[in-house]
């Protein structure tokens, strides 16, 4: 039986309706774009300098508004058609308009992005290595290299290995970004490798913000692992950091638009509207090694 998740314990407004989500995400868009530059500028003013956080230490090291790390499942609980979409999601949001305007708006109008697939605790394969993003050019070229890589599946989800292999990619990225940011999208709970929780609390000791895509496109059953809320999951056991979020995402025909959506959040170092700030402290409403029971019932080990 579903156990309920109360309303006020929920950090993405209307997260039991599709449909408001959706005028939610494109309301927001225009939210974002429409004063954003303000804003950054009198953050960046205003924020002393020790409180800026740079990864890579290099004199050469470019300066950059955000360095971001697209960590995207690729296990076998996401079907062909979901890789599909979520790739396309990626690829229309780092060439959308929304996103060049939040670029723009930026202190130094450029990031820097990688992107990795991922699956097992030690199957993580960097699809784009670390490329500077300072207009529609650089754009289309990023999204050209996702666009030609190959799909590929493997097996097993862990969301920790992810996380672990994310960590240390910022410290010779070339880059010196005011933020760090680790993207994690994935359909599944951590059923593999290292405690979701361990892997997270490392990440965010290094001050990186570690912010979640929860793809719950199918219904929870034990045969492929997929939960119940795990959008509750992703709050709970695997985002954090400064500002961190989650958009979730409960249809196909959502994915362009919320992928293009949070992309522009990373950008211009906003959060969605109605967001309830974590309780520090409090107990995780889910279990966090829920994935580990499950692949346990169901295999033994």
């Known amino acids: 039986m579903r156990s309920p998740v109360p309303p006020a314990d929920r950090r993405y407004a209307g997260a039991n309706d599709p449909r408001m989500e959706r005028r939610m995400l494109a309301a927001l868009i225009w939210t974002i774009t429409a004063g954003t530059v303000a804003l950054l500028a009198a953050a960046a003013i205003a924020a002393p300098r020790s409180a800026l956080l740079f990864a890579d230490k290099s004199p050469s090291a470019l300066p950059v508004d955000v360095e971001l790390v697209l960590a995207v499942d690729v296990s076998y609980s996401m079907d062909p058609e979901e890789q599909a979409l979520q790739r396309e999601g990626y690829i229309a949001g780092i060439t959308s308009r929304d996103f060049m305007q939040a670029l723009r708006s930026g202190q130094h109008g450029k990031v820097a992005v990688t992107y990795f697939e991922w699956a097992g605790p030690y199957d993580q ?24 890589a190959p799909y590929r599946r493997a097996s097993r989800t862990s969301i920790s290995g992810a996380l672990s292999f994310a960590k240390p990619l910022f410290d010779g990225s070339g880059y010196s970004g005011f933020r760090r940011v680790v993207d994690v999208s994935g359909d599944g709970a951590n059923n593999s490798g290292t405690f979701v929780t361990l892997a ?20 929870p059953n034990a045969f492929t692992m997929d939960i119940d ?27 362009k638009e919320a992928i293009r959506t949070k992309l522009v959040l990373e950008i211009a170092h906003r959060v969605p509207p109605q967001r309830l700030l974590p309780v520090q402290g409090r107990a995780p409403r889910i279990s966090c090694t829920i994935g580990e029971q499950m692949w346990r019932d169901r295999w033994g080990n």
Request: a negative charge.
């Open 125 to 148: 394969k960097i699809v784009v290595p670390w490329r500077l993003i300072d207009g529609p050019e650089a754009a289309d070229a990023v999204a050209s290299e996702i666009a030609r």
């Open 229 to 255: 809320n795990l959008d509750v999951y992703y709050e709970d056991c695997v985002i954090g950091g400064p500002g961190a979020f989650v958009v979730p995402i409960r249809e196909r025909e959502q994915f």
């Open 200 to 219: 997270r609390d490392d990440v965010l000791a290094a001050g990186i913000t570690i912010n979640g895509l929860p793809i719950m496109l199918k219904r």
